[in-house]
């Protein structure tokens, strides 16, 4: 029985898919009392949507609207996009997911992390420990957790993006806008169209490819990724190749790397410096070993750090070139 001092923003409804949802993540490791008990606590406390100014703003998103305070200041981001423009807005989230079990929080964040409380992965997060920390804003996308966010919301004001990844320049400015932040985006967004037209002048014409080494072959992101889309911005021209409708990658056997022909690639990975994880023989016959290269570069930039500052680390490298 839910407690009755809960916000009147949470139903009935909502306070049961909470005990679901714990039921399922959390009693099995015998945490259900704690988790119900922390909930219990947060939903006693005043509505997070007020804020301390009393100011209210309703922001539309992909499942709907949602009431928020004029200014969140204590904000759990779900993901690296959310986390990344936290961050990059000057702001340290209270909570954070990360990316898998045997993951830390974005270290390219640095400093900007210190005092954030890991609360569970991007798989999983952990409803306990999310209300533990009363947050006053949530932040995700449906396509992560769509079906935690009836609970979520019944936490804290939730937004979602409708993706992780695609069009993350829009859900930058949609999660500003739920930050209260939209100037400061718009800001930083310029800055990094500006950085990246100065170096179009150099890379136009230019083509290119971005490569991650997958079980079976290779996998290359196209122009609507995160990381084709900044080179993108750069000036290059990411290559032909029969891209998927959802995700705008291609997958590519280790027998036809020679359709591989762009002037230059990145292969991104986690390995030593030096270690492009594919056999030399193979590289050898990509088009990129011809011409400009074939360069090793951060997976946990290029791939995972979805984001602004994420994407001003990918300038930084193209013009190290």
């Not at 009836?150 to 936490?155: E, G, Q």
């Not at 410096?273 to 290269?293: F, K, N």
Request: aromatic content about 4%; hydrophobic content about 40%; proline content about 5%.
């Amino acid at each position: 029985m839910r407690s009755a001092t809960c916000s009147p923003n949470v139903t009935d409804a909502q306070w049961q898919q909470i005990v679901d949802a714990l039921t399922r993540r959390e009693f099995g490791a015998g945490l259900g009392a704690a988790a119900l008990a922390a909930l219990t606590a947060a939903c006693a406390r005043p509505d997070a949507a007020t804020g301390s100014d009393g100011e209210q703003r309703t922001v539309t998103h992909a499942m709907g609207t949602t009431t928020v305070s004029t200014r969140p200041s204590r904000i759990v981001a779900l993901d690296s996009l959310p986390i990344d423009t936290v961050v990059t807005l000057g702001k340290t989230p209270i909570g954070a997911a990360q990316a898998g079990s045997a993951d830390a929080l974005p270290a390219y964040l640095g400093g900007g992390l210190d005092g954030t409380t890991v609360v569970g992965s991007i798989a999983e997060p952990n409803l306990e420990a999310i209300a533990a920390l009363q947050p006053d804003l949530i932040l995700s996308s449906k396509q992560r957790h769509g079906d935690l966010y009836d609970a979520l919301s019944a936490i804290a004001p939730t937004v979602f993006a409708v993706s992780p990844a695609v069009d993350w320049q829009g859900t930058v400015r949609l999660f500003a806008e739920a930050m209260g932040e939209t100037e400061a985006a718009e800001a930083e967004l310029s800055a990094f169209h500006a950085r990246a037209a100065a170096l179009s002048d150099t890379t136009r014409g230019r083509t290119a490819h971005v490569i991650r080494v997958m079980d079976d072959g290779l996998r290359l992101h196209g122009p609507g990724t995160f990381s084709g889309s900044v080179l993108t911005a750069a000036g290059y021209t990411i290559t032909g190749q029969p891209w998927d409708a959802k995700n705008d990658m291609s997958e590519i056997s280790l027998e036809n790397v020679a359709t591989i022909d762009s002037d230059i690639a990145f292969v991104a990975n986690t390995s030593a410096p030096g270690d492009l994880g594919i056999d030399p023989a193979l590289v050898g016959q990509m088009g990129p070993s011809r011409r400009e290269g074939v360069h090793q570069t951060d997976y946990r930039v290029w791939i995972t750090g979805i984001g602004l500052t994420g994407a001003n680390l990918i300038l930084d490298d193209l013009g190290r070139l």
